[in-house]
């Protein structure tokens, strides 16, 4: 696939819409692949699902054991001691994986990215700052990573772009606080947040996956 990453892909591989989701730490991309079954939304048989797997990397935290992960994380907090430079090659390869899809004729306004944990923290940082125009993003129990640099980063292409944000009220992984403080700074920059809560830990529930089907039938379409 010509150095682009390795992925699991779902759905007709000739709709005009995509959706390039991206896992959590330690999973890879068939941890959300059965999420699809359970999504019913408008355009569904015109998607096509694309989960790819993050590289293998020594990840500081959990003793440097190799595992699945979008970038390494040193300290309990995980907004401290980011792994920028780990986190912006995820982000090319991320948007090397949109190139890819515009490159085979599909609109970049038709493609959504998605994310949970690590996997949302990426999307977030890619979303915001790529040149195209996207269809949205999704960010599932996650934060903004780099939001230092976000403001001035960021691309008037997805000034708009619709932002499907949600947390568990008991994450023990990332606090909630920490994704409110996340939700309230895309906000002061002018972004539609559509933030969601939901009674669970470091998790997706049923009402949060039909949250996500309305979402999506209102972005892909």
Do not use: C
Request: cysteine-free; hydrophobic content about 40%; aromatic content about 10%.
């Amino acid at each position: 696939m010509n150095g682009l990453l390795e992925s699991v892909q779902v759905g007709t591989e000739d709709g005009q819409y995509r959706v390039i989701w991206l896992h959590g730490l330690g999973a890879d991309g068939h941890d959300f692949e059965p999420i699809v079954d359970e999504l019913t939304f408008a355009n569904k048989s015109d998607t096509r699902f694309i989960f790819p797997h993050a590289p293998v990397r020594a990840v500081t935290i959990n003793s440097g054991i190799e595992m699945r992960a979008w970038y390494d994380i040193v300290a309990m907090q995980i907004n401290e001691q980011q792994d920028e430079a780990g986190m912006r090659k995820s982000a090319q390869q991320i948007e090397a994986l949109i190139e890819n899809e515009i490159a085979q004729g599909y609109e970049s306004e038709n493609i959504l990215l998605a994310g949970f944990s690590q996997g949302g923290a990426i999307a977030l940082h890619v979303g915001l700052r790529y040149s195209k125009p996207l269809a949205g993003i999704m960010a599932l129990s996650t934060y903004l990573p780099l939001y230092e640099s976000v403001d001035k980063e960021r691309h008037a292409a997805n000034q708009n772009i619709p932002i499907f944000y949600a947390h568990g009220s008991h994450d023990p992984v990332i606090p909630i606080g920490m994704a409110e403080a996340s939700k309230d700074y895309l906000l002061e920059l002018g972004y539609k947040v559509q933030w969601q809560t939901y009674r669970m830990e470091h998790s997706v529930v049923p009402d949060e996956i039909d949250a996500i089907a309305k979402f999506l039938s209102q972005t892909l379409s």
